[in-house]
C-alpha cells in the first residue's frame, strides 16, 4: 500500500518570503502522479500542482514549484513570494498508475500561515 | 452545477440514528470520490465509483457505512447506527476519470465544501 508523509503539522512565513512544504511518499510503483492541493479555511480543496512521475522536469505553476526527487521519493512543494492568501492547509497526494483510475492517497497534511 | 455541490453543510445527529450525505458531481464527471476528514488528520479515502463499473469500497470503515451512484451522477453516502467517532468532514470529489493525458485530462480531482457531520 502506498503511503504520504508530511513531516511538519504546521509552518508560518512572512509575507513576500519563500517557504517549502515537505513531502515523501512510500510505493513500489514506477509510474504514478503526484499532487498537492490547498485547502482554504473555506473548506474547498483546490489543485496546486501535479507532476507525472514519468516527467523529469519539475512542475511550476506561477509562485508554486515542486522539487521532485524520483529515487528518494520525495516531493516537496515550493512557495515563492507568499501572500495571504496563501494561508491554508496543504495536502500532498499520491495517485498510482498511468490510467488515473485509482482513488487519491493524502498526506496529513500541513497548516501553512502567512504572516504580514 | 458550475461545481461539486455537497448536502447538508452540516449535520448534528444522535448516537444510533442513521444518517444520509448527498453529492452531485460537476456535469460528465464519470469518477466520484468520498474522503473523510477528521480534526488533525488527512483524507481518508472511503469509497471510489468510476463509470459503470462495481466500486472500489476498499476504504469504508465498517458495514455501517455504504455508498451508491444512481444514474452515474448523484452520490449518497449512507452511515447506519452513527457513533461518535463518525464525526468528521465528508468530502466528496469528482473528476473526468481515467485516460490522464498531459494538458487534457489532467486527473485533478474537484472537491465539493463537505458536508460536517456531529454525532452528539
Known amino acids: 500500500a502506498q503511503t504520504v508523509t508530511q513531516s511538519q503539522p504546521e509552518m508560518s512565513v512572512q509575507e513576500a518570503e519563500t517557504v517549502t512544504l515537505s513531502c515523501t511518499y512510500d510505493?513500489?510503483?514506477?509510474?504514478?502522479?503526484l499532487f498537492w492541493y490547498k485547502q482554504p479555511p473555506s473548506r474547498q480543496m483546490i489543485l496546486v500542482i501535479r507532476q507525472e512521475a514519468y516527467k523529469q522536469q519539475n512542475a511550476t505553476e506561477n509562485r508554486f514549484s515542486v522539487n521532485f526527487q524520483k529515487a528518494a521519493k520525495s516531493f516537496s512543494l515550493k512557495i515563492s513570494d507568499s501572500q495571504l492568501g496563501d494561508t491554508a492547509m496543504y495536502f500532498c497526494?499520491?495517485?498510482?498508475?498511468?490510467?488515473?483510475?485509482?482513488?487519491?492517497?493524502f498526506g496529513k497534511g500541513t497548516r501553512l500561515s502567512v504572516i504580514a | 452545477g458550475a461545481g461539486v455541490s455537497q448536502s447538508p453543510s452540516n449535520k448534528v445527529t444522535e448516537k444510533g440514528k442513521d444518517v444520509e450525505l448527498r453529492c452531485d458531481p460537476i456535469s460528465g464527471h464519470t469518477a466520484l470520490y468520498w474522503y473523510r476528514q477528521s480534526l488533525g488528520q488527512g483524507l481518508e479515502f472511503l469509497i471510489y465509483?468510476?463509470?459503470?463499473?462495481?466500486?472500489?469500497k476498499s476504504g469504508l470503515p465498517s458495514d455501517r457505512f455504504s455508498a451508491e451512484r444512481t444514474g452515474g451522477s448523484v452520490s449518497t453516502l449512507t452511515i447506519q447506527r452513527t457513533q461518535q467517532e463518525d464525526s468528521a468532514v465528508y468530502l466528496c470529489?469528482?473528476?473526468?476519470?481515467?485516460?490522464?493525458?498531459?494538458?487534457?485530462?489532467?486527473?485533478?480531482?474537484?472537491f465539493g465544501e463537505g458536508s460536517r457531520l456531529t454525532v452528539l
Open positions: 510505493t513500489s510503483e514506477n509510474n504514478y502522479y
Open positions: 497526494a499520491f495517485m498510482k498508475g498511468l490510467s488515473g483510475n485509482t482513488p487519491l492517497v
Open positions: 470529489a469528482s473528476s473526468l476519470g481515467p485516460l490522464l493525458k498531459a494538458g487534457a485530462n489532467t486527473g485533478e480531482l474537484f
Open positions: 465509483f468510476q463509470g459503470n463499473s462495481a466500486p472500489d
